[in-house]
């Protein structure tokens, strides 16, 4: 089942942790949730794009692709790319850790530009 993630405002941060969950659990009643301060990640059969779409307090959200290899390996993840015109790379670190993100997100964009015809598009992915 595909996880996705919400970057929640910190205002009314239960109020917007409840609202993300009760959107997810409207469309698909099977989907499971964390949540880590005001990060949630839903496992639902429901794309992140219509939860966030009807989501008040979500900043930043998106699905949540683990391996890499997978992604482009797997015929089920590769649906994500076959068809894309365009696309872009982000990273956001919720860790304490420093990382380069510029440098990991120039390699995934690089990855996927090699894999794929998409080109990118940093405006309007």
Excluded: H
Aim: overall charge positive; aromatic content about 8%.
């Amino acid at each position: 089942m595909p996880e996705s993630f919400f970057i929640l405002s910190k205002d009314n941060l239960e109020l917007a942790k409840d609202e993300v969950i009760a959107i997810a659990k409207t469309y698909d009643r099977f989907s499971k949730s964390k949540s880590f301060s005001n990060l949630v990640i839903i496992q639902s059969t429901t794309s992140w794009e219509k939860i966030a779409n009807r989501a008040t307090f979500v900043k930043l959200s998106g699905q949540i692709l683990r391996k890499m290899s997978g992604l482009f390996l797997g015929e089920d993840n590769y649906e994500v790319l076959k068809n894309a015109k365009t696309f872009a790379c982000r990273i956001v670190n919720l860790s304490s850790k420093q990382f380069d993100i510029q440098g990991l997100e120039s390699s995934m964009g690089d990855m996927i530009s090699k894999l794929s015809s998409a080109e990118v598009d940093l405006k309007n992915p």
